[in-house]
């Protein structure tokens, strides 16, 4: 009785988090019986001591996040990116915590929202996947592979299931705080969680009503949210107060220093807004000097609805002055960064200003269009030597972070069925400015790093910089101009003779196609020669050449795909891509004919997906109604 006493008192080591491709390792149980005798017994222990944990009840569930929040993940020695990608969040946003023992472990931002569960729990949650490898147990999963966080998985588990993990989160009013879901560990006291947050413990306590009667008592395993960053508030609040009664006193004996003092006061304000003057020039006149510049009068340059104008100080407080770790893209026209503007995330392009030609093409072009399936303009700024645009934030990034080498960069490799619906949006999003718009743009730039997805891995096309105005009649229809694009997606017209067209971009589609097919990039360095690179579209045309074109196929397929994907899908989707890579333009279809082909093929795959028991991302989707 004394050893079994010795046992649950003393900590039990969490086995090390696996890899989120590792499918082949010993389950844990065979590997450490005797720590999993342990862990049974403290398991026994904790379930007799009751769990008061409970998430955060909400009313009405929502597809859109509610706030912003903190998990917090124990490292194990695994790097963040590893982390992050078990948890499907992005690693950029994650932030590093060392503990007092010298252990640094990671909490990870992810988006919060009102989820309804399977048990019939409406609360607030962050979901993501996870595949049940074999040996694997619920207990084993919510405590070693999600630190403890995970809520209620169901134990009827069967190796090879791919199931939803909710997180419990926690937002705040007004986004007062960030809030972390922290499960107790061994040795934790309210105090020490507060300390490692700067947390306020009563504001801690409010949160957690298993803390109300006795906050001195803290049961391992428990789910707590804790407010992050309330104590320096409170304690800020207070020093204000001290300063105020300090304050007040000398105030009064400087009021005749005060007097004489007005005249200098004045002409020091009048200097600094002479320095502001120079220093930023307002967006309304930033719009009329490039409207100016280029002849266009407003109303006819902005024919749908004019975008929103945002100071230079809006944009530089969204972005904390433009600061280096909020650069989520750097492309050939500028820099792209996270920003909030209330409590909107957004992503900020900021351009040189000799740029002006790029940003407003851009700007006229995206005032113009509104569509599911291509990044909205929220609005833009100017200032200080620069031009600013303001879009919708999408968080799970570019196509191009998702196929080439996409576990490095905290992605889960794409499934079939999200390339297929991914095909088919991009497809969409470049019909509606080639024919639903009052007039014809051509993008000029269609290529993956282009292709943005949202959270649930819908795809907008995005990066309007070089989109050109074109006739709609078939005669005008191809326009001589500069060189203009991205090497690898450029049609043998454009290289030869510097024309452009619709059909460009049906090139450009063709090689996206194949980059989801292969997962390859549209331009390698070649292997025997480094100083020559190789194109993507030679190797798609090859298979259509040889013998056996399926066989081709199969050579060629992305192998993160890991053999899981319907061959005639998959061979169907290489036709098209062969068919917008033609050589001739007049032999390439029109982008709209690829439509009709995609969305049979997305359908195929998804009746496919059911048939073997998977539930991908975009198979999930359409069964919840998206």
Request: charged share 20%.
């Amino acid at each position: 009785m004394i050893m079994i006493v010795f046992f649950l008192s003393s900590p039990v080591p969490s086995p090390p988090l696996r890899s989120p491709n590792h499918n082949k390792s010993m389950p844990f149980h065979h590997r450490h019986p005797f720590l999993l005798f342990l862990l049974s017994i403290s398991s026994i222990s904790l379930a007799s001591a009751g769990n008061s944990s409970f998430p955060i009840l909400c009313k009405t569930p929502s597809s859109s996040p509610t706030c912003n929040s903190f998990l917090y993940a124990q490292s194990q020695n695994l790097p963040v990116s590893t982390v992050a990608a078990i948890y499907s969040a992005n690693a950029s946003l994650s932030r590093n915590l060392t503990r007092s023992t010298g252990i640094t472990d990671y909490l990870l931002q992810v988006p919060c929202t009102c989820t309804a569960t399977s048990q019939g729990t409406t609360a607030l949650f962050y979901d993501t996947n996870y595949r049940v490898i074999a040996g694997d147990t619920a207990d084993y999963i919510t405590s070693s592979v999600f630190s403890g966080l995970a809520w209620n998985i169901d134990p009827g588990l069967q190796a090879g299931q791919l199931i939803t993990v909710h997180l419990p989160c926690g937002c705040l009013p007004g986004g007062e705080a960030m809030i972390v879901s922290y499960a107790v560990e061994t040795g934790d006291t309210l105090l020490k969680i507060a300390e490692m947050f700067s947390a306020d413990t009563i504001e801690t306590v409010k949160m957690n009503s298993q803390l109300a009667a006795n906050p001195d008592f803290l049961n391992l395993g428990w789910l707590l949210f804790v407010p992050m960053g309330t104590a320096a508030r409170r304690r800020s609040g207070r020093g204000f107060l001290l300063a105020l009664a300090i304050t007040i006193p000398v105030i009064l004996l400087m009021l005749c220093m005060l007097v004489l003092l007005f005249l200098w006061r004045r002409q020091s304000h009048r200097k600094l807004q002479e320095k502001q003057m120079k220093r930023s020039v307002s967006a309304k006149s930033g719009l009329a000097m490039l409207e100016s510049q280029y002849n266009l009068d407003g109303d006819k340059a902005f024919e749908s609805d004019r975008p929103l104008i945002f100071s230079l100080e809006e944009v530089e407080r969204a972005t904390a002055n433009f600061d280096s770790s909020r650069v989520i893209g750097v492309g050939g026209f500028g820099s792209v960064y996270y920003g909030m503007l209330g409590d909107k995330e957004v992503a900020i392009k900021k351009m040189k200003s000799n740029m002006s030609k790029e940003f407003f093409a851009e700007l006229k072009v995206l005032c113009r269009v509104h569509h599911i399936n291509v990044v909205e303009l929220i609005g833009f700024a100017s200032g200080d030597d620069h031009l600013y645009l303001v879009y919708e934030f999408l968080q799970n990034g570019s196509l191009s972070d998702h196929l080439h080498d996409p576990l490095l960069k905290g992605h889960q490799p794409l499934s079939w069925t999200a390339r297929a619906q991914i095909a088919l949006d991009t497809a969409r999003g470049i019909e509606y400015i080639h024919d639903f718009t009052k007039s014809r743009y051509v993008h000029r730039d269609i290529k993956t790093s282009n292709i943005l997805l949202d959270n649930c891995l819908r795809a907008k096309v995005g990066d309007f910089g070089l989109a050109k105005l074109v006739e709609r009649s078939s005669e005008d229809d191809l326009i001589a101009t500069k060189l203009v694009g991205t090497p690898g997606y450029l049609p043998p017209e454009s290289l030869l003779e510097f024309q452009t067209s619709t059909k460009t971009d049906v090139f450009a589609f063709g090689v996206v196609i194949a980059e989801l097919i292969t997962g390859r990039r549209a331009l390698t360095r070649d292997s025997k020669e480094a100083t020559k690179m190789k194109s993507l579209v030679p190797v798609m045309k090859a298979v259509f050449i040889g013998e056996d074109p399926e066989r081709g196929i199969e050579e060629i397929v992305d192998g993160n795909l890991r053999s899981s994907f319907p061959m005639e899908s998959v061979f169907k989707m290489a036709e098209i891509a062969a068919w917008c890579l033609s050589d001739d333009p007049l032999n390439r279809p029109e982008i709209s004919e690829t439509i009709v082909k995609l969305s049979q093929i997305l359908s195929a795959s998804i009746e496919w997906e059911a048939s073997t028991g998977g539930s991908g991302e975009v198979f999930s989707g359409v069964l919840n109604g998206r």
